[in-house]
């Protein structure tokens, strides 16, 4: 509910003033003429109606002149349409599944902390397609780009070391991601290239996937996760049970900000969790989709019903003290 004209509630200021001035008139006014020696007998006599009815007078009238204010204030019932439309970003995150990415120096692991905060910035999109692949020695597509997020979300649980041989094939990794979107239609086309090591095997060359990706017009930001110098990384031994092995971090930035550079990405590199998430959330700064909103806005007057209501009193104000009780209250 809405008001047009709220000025007018400055008027309803009247309202105690009238009704202050009914109790004193009513209690200052004049006294009675009839002296009795005893006021015994008249105890015992029933109260007339009329006399009950007296104080309905200015209530009747107080009431119409409140809802004659109310309906000169425009009482309003407003309806919101909203028209949304977006044109969305098809993004594919391509995510490093190397037995490296078991090693704890971000906590609980890398392959871990990848999965959630992924899960994260798929939360914040709005109308943008989301795919997923993954890559060791081999790469695959776990979901295609899509806009079912539950789905992406759920097979995004689902990633683990050993789907495929160990390696890292960076460049096989790049060009499934490539090969989800080069058929896309949609403007703006991103890969999120996720690795913490060196490109070691496969067909294709990290560069030359990113000179592809380039011809085809997708934007490529990659991540060199991992800290700087060595990293815990568990080893399950059948005798002595789990233990951890300093290993060293070794990530090819240059490659990767190369890729980045030619395709106007870019690159970061996260040394532990908050960084980590701090990447996405840059991401998610850069990479918006385009909304547009058209909001409709319908008014519906509800004054009439507040105006009828201030006659219907007004009318039965009068009657009551004209025809049923002959107030004394307004006229002294």
Known sequence: MSWAN??????????????????WNYFSGRKAQLTFSSLGKLSDIKGNYRAWLTWATPILYTAAYTFIILSLARPQLQNSTIERSAEGIDIVISIDISSS????????????????????????????????NVFARESFTVVPPTLDYALVSSLIETIDIGMVRDGTAIGMGL??????????????????????????????DPVTAGEL????????????????????????????????????????????QHIAGITGGRYWRATDLEEFIEVYNEIDQLEQSEVEEIIYIDYEEQYPQYLLSGLLFLLLGFVNERFITRSPLLHP
């Open 6 to 23: 709220p000025e007018y509630f400055w008027l309803l200021l009247v309202v105690p003033f009238f009704l202050g001035y009914q109790v």
């Open 101 to 132: 990415m078991l090693a704890e120096d971000i906590k609980p692991n890398r392959l871990i902390a990848a999965k959630d905060v992924a899960v994260d910035f798929i939360d914040k999109r709005i109308s943008d397609r989301i795919g997923i």
């Open 175 to 204: 060009a499934t991601a490539i090969n989800r979107l080069r058929d896309s239609e949609t403007e703006s086309k991103v890969i999120i290239l996720l690795t913490d090591g060196m490109n070691n095997s496969g067909e294709i």
């Open 213 to 256: 990706a380039s011809t085809f017009n997708i934007k490529v930001y990659t991540i060199g996760i991992g800290s700087r110098g060595t990293a815990p990384y568990p080893i399950d031994d059948p005798i002595f049970g789990r233990r951890y092995q300093n290993v060293p971090v070794e990530i090819d930035e240059e490659m990767l």
